[in-house]
């Protein structure tokens, strides 16, 4: 059964009364990223798609509110009405997932999706102000923004953001917004390798010329040759100076094209939703995070094991995608990656996110930690069981 609470005192209860009958709660939004995670064996599902809404937007104070059901659609649209936007560029997962449905606000902030300006403008976690929710006791729970200060020791803020509702069903967010920008350009550089193309993103990103994003596409993504792309955006006025200097400076990595507005902005929502990654969807997808100088060394590593791969670069090299066959050695990623970074197995069969470690494995001390997290929160386990690690 599926309960669908109206009210924040709606969702109290319905925790309330699943703890005191020994209840599992599934926890659901837009249902766009139900994939993502370990599968989970629970009694009952709660949404929060009956608390929709954009409860408070102050464009001069660049600040929006709205319940945790809220699509995502109708938060940028507002945003856009006022020449504003979210700044982290949310990804929507749909491309990889091959799902349906509306991404919500509380979903982008359960996942923690951030796209590739993650990298100048800061993660969700950065730009989320405050939340409200109901813990796994059926207590409501405010912090941040225009509530009450938090007392307990934690930031219950950033504990919430990529914390997939295990600790708390999220029934209101705040966000930070900034301007939109006025253009966008983006310079591209064929024919780099990986290594090539992390030092040329380094020196692009470590220039100033305010680049937002900056991404590797092998050759066969989009085009027959590899692209490293590099995107300038805000006021028009500046950005045909900042591409030239940026190319100038750039010219010991090859000659420079240029796409605008439109066309750019395709490719970034392209790179931002992995679409070159999304088919065949039966394909084991990681996401990787890595220091930037690491991800080539990774990626040897990962050839050398003999895995058959495709890959991208997001983050100036410091977020790979792979995909690879779901029938290959399922170790081979960690191995590659060892203790340079963290993998999440982002998309895989039910029966694989059964068996393997979804997300990053911790050691002793870290998983007690994250346990005694949770048992603050949620001591009977009743918030989405299992989701993120086996167990808790």
Request: charged fraction near 20%; include cysteine.
């Amino acid at each position: 059964m599926t309960i669908v609470p109206t009210s924040e005192a709606e969702a109290a209860e319905a925790i309330r009364a699943s703890k005191a009958s020994r209840q599992t709660l599934a926890i659901a939004g837009g249902g766009t990223r139900a994939p993502f995670g370990r599968p989970t064996q629970t009694d009952e599902t709660l949404s929060s798609g009956g608390l929709t809404g954009i409860t408070r937007y102050e464009p001069t104070e660049l600040v929006i509110s709205a319940r945790a059901g809220t699509p995502l659609a109708e938060i940028e649209a507002a945003l856009d009405e006022k020449g504003q936007m979210l700044p982290f560029e949310p990804m929507d997962h749909r491309a990889i997932y091959g799902s349906t449905g509306a991404p919500t606000i509380g979903g982008i902030v359960a996942t923690g999706a951030s796209g590739p300006r993650r990298i100048q403008a800061g993660a969700a976690r950065d730009l989320l102000l405050g939340v409200r929710l109901v813990n796994g006791r059926g207590e409501i729970v405010k912090s941040g923004g225009r509530v009450m200060k938090n007392v307990t020791g934690l930031d219950l803020v950033k504990l919430n953001c990529g914390a997939h509702g295990t600790l708390g069903f999220l029934t209101e967010v705040t966000f930070k917004a900034l301007p939109k920008p006025e253009r966008t350009l983006t310079l591209i550089f064929e024919g780099l390798d990986d290594k090539r193309a992390v030092e040329a993103m380094s020196a692009a990103l470590g220039s100033p010329f305010a680049v937002s994003a900056a991404a590797h596409l092998p050759a066969g993504m989009g085009a027959d040759q590899a692209r490293t792309v590099l995107r300038l955006e805000h006021f028009a006025e500046s950005i045909t100076y900042r591409a030239r200097e940026l190319a100038k400076a750039l010219s010991h990595f090859g000659r420079a094209s240029e796409i605008e507005d439109d066309e750019s902005r395709m490719l970034w929502r392209a790179i931002r939703d992995v679409e070159y990654l999304a088919q065949p969807n039966s394909d084991l997808l990681w996401r990787v995070s890595v220091a930037p100088t690491q991800s080539p060394l990774v990626l040897a590593r990962l050839l050398r094991s003999g895995l058959s791969f495709r890959h991208l670069l997001d983050w100036g090299g410091g977020l790979i995608w792979i995909a690879c066959a779901e029938g290959g050695n399922h170790t081979a990623v960690r191995e590659a990656v060892g203790r340079d970074g963290h993998a999440t197995l982002m998309r895989a069969s039910d029966a694989l996110r059964a068996t393997l470690d979804v997300f990053q494995p911790q050691d002793a001390a870290l998983m007690k930690l994250t346990a005694g997290i949770k048992a603050s929160f949620d001591p009977d386990g009743v918030l989405n069981p299992g989701r993120m690690y086996a167990g808790l």
